[in-house]
Every structure is written in structure tokens, then in C-alpha cells.
């Protein structure tokens, strides 16, 4: 009986051998991902060298836990202070293609905002590409986050990141409706003239749910003449480009726009990291928070 039994056992566990070989027959093929152009990644593992070609995108990889996976970001990449250590590589209209191959990166993470010439000769020289697309609005920052965790083995930490950020904003959004909505002009640049936030840019849904109202009701990074904006007048003036404003080009200092009601009450917001809101990454909800209780004061 006990023969029997034993045979028995060995039959089911050969049984099991063979259910289960498929799997690991699969698992050997390595990880498959997709990036946001429906480009398919495989890695035999997860990549060990990896280039950022975004300030944005050197945020999200540091915050997954990748510091000692990232050997190259750009020159504008400042945050955290580490990413100042790692070796440049251009930025996002001029691609250093010869510092990146030197590199030996596994993998290159992009936004679809760079050259398209620079992903063509990386891609060209088998240099792996993995593209994010521009966000549009707070979601689709969640979801690039979530998207580059899956391509560097660190899914579980992104969807903590994302996750945190969401309850965040939850809350917020609880606490904001008791609250109107004034309007809001979100500068970009005033370097070769104005260039505002248009409501088809992220910036734009991190001002919404920050509370406030766009005054710009079309497109997406727009150019504006002083003149329009006198007609906008709008309550605040948000200044996502204080990193490189001169201080005669504040707003307070522009003469045609003293007759503006933001100017006039002193409602132009200069005080936020402009990075917290114009790079989509896991800071952005603290530039959604700031950017509330400056839009009202009473908020806690």
C-alpha cells in the first residue's frame, strides 16, 4: 500500500514538473514592457545603467530608489542635489548622442518632446529608447511614473508613490470645496515675450486642482501680447519662471502691466519652486498644495 502510495506521489509530482515548466520557459524570455509610443522593451533583466534625458523623468527615477542605476542625465537636471554629480549628457534640443553610447546604458528614458533626430541616431546605434509622453494633466504624470517603475523593476515603489500623491490630492480637493475659484495667469517665460500655460498642458490641471480658474481658455503653451492680458485681468499671476527672471522683468516692474488687478493687490505668486510645477514628476503635488493656500490664504 505504501508502494502504491509513493507512486502515486511521484506520478502527481510529474505532473506538476510539466504544468509548471511553461512558466519558467516563459520567465526565461525576460521582462517585456511598453513605453508610452507602444515601443515593446525586452530585458533579460532590469536595466543596471540607465540615462535620463529629462529633468523630470531624473526626478521619477531617483524617487523609485534607481540613484546608483542612473550614469547620465541632463544638464538641466538638478534635483535631488545627487543628480548634479552624474555625468551630462546634453539636454533635450541638443543631445549629446556620442556621450550617451559612451555610457553603455541599457536603457535611455525620453519624453516625446526631444529631438526626434537624437531617438532616431540612439535607436539607430541599438541604443534602447524608452519614451514617456508628454502629460496632459495630473494623471498622466501618475502614470508615467508608474510606467517607468515597470520598465526598472520598481513597479511596487511607484504605485506607493502614486498612490501617496492620489490620497494627497484627495484630501485637498475635500478641503477646496468650500472655496471660489479665482482666475489665474500662469507665466512660462517672459524671456523673447510672454508665453503662458494654455488649459491643454499639465500645468493647467495642476492650477485646477490647485483651485484656481485659467484665464488663457485655449491651447496649450501660449504666446500673449500685453495687451490681450489687460483685457484677461486676471485675480493672480502665478510665476512658474522665477529661476531666470531678471529682476526688472518682475511684474511689479512692467509698465503696462500696472493696471492689471494682480499687480495691483500684490496677488502675483513668486514664492513657489517653478520646478514644482512646470516638471511633471512626484513633486508635483507639492506644487498643487503650495499653489492652493496661495490662491486662498484661508486654507490649511
Partial sequence: MAKKSWMVFLAIALI?????????????KGITVKDSKGNVFTFKSYPKRIVSLAPSNTEILFALGLDKN???????????????????????????????????PDLVVAQDTISPDAIKKLQNLKVKVFVL??????????NNIK?????TGKYSKAVSITNNMQSRLNKLTAKLKKYNKPSVLVEIDYTY?????????????????????????SGSW????????????PDYILLADTAYLKPDQHPYKRELWQGLRAVREKRVIDSIDPNLIVRPGPRSIDGVEKLAKALHPGLK
Fill in 222 to 233: 501660449v504666446s500673449l501680447s500685453d495687451e490681450k492680458l489687460l483685457t484677461l485681468n
Fill in 133 to 142: 509622453k508628454e502629460p496632459k494633466n495630473f494623471n498622466d504624470i501618475l
Fill in 16 to 28: 506538476m514538473l510539466v504544468a509548471v515548466t511553461p512558466l519558467w520557459a516563459g520567465q526565461s
Fill in 193 to 217: 515675450g510672454l508665453y503662458v500655460a494654455g488649459p491643454n498642458t499639465f500645468v493647467n490641471d495642476i492650477l485646477v486642482k490647485a483651485g484656481g480658474k485659467n484665464v488663457i481658455t
Fill in 147 to 151: 510606467l517607468v517603475g515597470k520598465a
Fill in 70 to 104: 542612473i550614469v547620465g542625465v541632463t544638464n538641466f537636471c538638478d534635483y535631488p542635489a545627487a543628480a548634479k554629480k552624474k555625468a551630462k549628457v546634453g539636454d533635450a534640443f541638443n543631445v549629446n548622442v556620442e556621450k550617451i553610447v559612451s555610457l553603455k
